[in-house]
């Protein structure tokens, strides 16, 4: 099967576009950020005549300060999204209509949470300043993926956005950030939706092309945080404490995407169609058996803690 060009692809997928960012506007609620923050809690820094920030002013624990951290960061660098996904997408039609609200939304995050860490203390403000200039000037390259690239991408990067900002919420076990983050993860959860419908149209579409672009993205998956500074090392500290990790990552993101695209049972699918779909198979069943292992080893290590203790 003769894989579709770009201009092709925006135009048979443009009806199914426009019916999901319709759906999206019907669906999305309503939200003020502001509040979402205890600013009763706010008073000055150093440079207004007040406090410096001290470890002691914060009551979140050190892994939940890193895990919001990374999530305000990942979602911080919304201008180099913004870029590629409006450079695969286009201005024009539904398809840059999306783009728009989507950054609209993304962006309404990012102040939100900061906000809220500013005003409680919760980290610490000059570090998280330094982090967010030096990873908005790494920026993110998204390597001119191709429009199913970048829609499949998207679908995975979308739902395990959700999750972690869940999962963070919950960790932090402070009411207004797990509010907070829980306002945010339904707002992930609806542009998961937009992509994933996206790619089960295109599957339909040109299936062959498609399953080459999931195998490509579930085996190179990385999240957009990767380039914030000291991220492999935040990243592990988030996955021993569960909130997020390679089971996580095959369960709850990997797993379900792939059951509800039918990738398993697609027909039609022509000789790299069924290679990419023997790659997706073994890509999987390796991180399923990662994920088992690092379980595994997290449990022993935890089992050790307790027996010093």
């Given at each position: 099967?003769?894989?579709?060009?770009?201009?092709?692809?925006?135009?048979?997928?443009?009806?199914?576009?426009?019916?999901?960012?319709?759906?999206?506007?019907?669906?999305?609620?309503?939200?003020?950020?502001?509040?979402?923050?205890?600013?009763?809690?706010?008073?000055?820094?150093?440079d207004l005549g007040g406090e410096p920030w001290e470890v002691a002013q914060s009551q979140l624990s050190p892994i939940a300060r890193t895990a919001l951290e990374v999530n305000l960061l990942t979602e911080d660098n919304l201008p180099s999204y913004h870029r590629e996904i409006d450079r695969a997408f286009g201005r024009d039609s539904a398809w840059g209509t999306w783009v728009n609200r989507w950054t609209a939304e993304e962006g309404?995050?990012?102040?939100?949470?900061?906000?809220?860490?500013?005003?409680?203390?919760?980290?610490?403000?000059?570090?998280?300043?330094?982090?967010?200039m030096e990873t908005m000037e790494t920026g993110y390259e998204a390597l001119d993926k191709s429009l199913l690239n970048v829609c499949a991408y998207v679908s995975f990067q979308e739902l395990a956005?959700?999750?972690?900002?869940?999962?963070?919420?919950r960790y932090t076990e402070e009411p207004i950030a797990e509010k907070l983050l829980s306002r945010v993860a339904k707002d992930e959860n609806l542009h998961m939706l937009f992509y994933r419908n996206i790619v089960q149209a295109a599957l339909q579409l040109t299936p062959s092309q498609t399953m080459r672009a999931i195998t490509e993205e579930v085996v190179g998956f990385q999240m957009p945080g990767s380039v914030i500074p000291g991220f492999s090392r935040k990243a592990v500290q988030m996955a021993k404490a569960g909130i997020y990790d390679l089971r996580i990552h095959h369960d709850d993101i990997v797993t379900p995407l792939l059951r509800q695209w039918g990738v398993w049972d697609l027909e039609d699918l022509d000789e790299d169609g069924e290679r990419a779909r023997e790659e997706l198979a073994g890509a999987v069943a390796a991180l399923d058996s990662e994920a088992t292992r690092f379980v595994e080893r997290r449990a022993e290590a935890e089992a050790k803690r307790a027996a010093r203790q």
């Open positions: 099967m003769t894989a579709l060009e770009t201009e092709q692809l925006l135009t048979e997928l443009e009806p199914v576009v426009e019916e999901n960012l319709n759906r999206h506007l019907a669906t999305a609620d309503e939200w003020m950020p502001h509040e979402y923050v205890p600013w009763s809690l706010g008073r000055d820094f150093a309404r995050h990012a102040y939100c949470i900061r906000d809220y860490l500013l005003v409680t203390r919760g980290v610490d403000p000059v570090e998280l300043e330094r982090a967010r956005t959700r999750i972690s900002h869940r999962n963070t919420g």
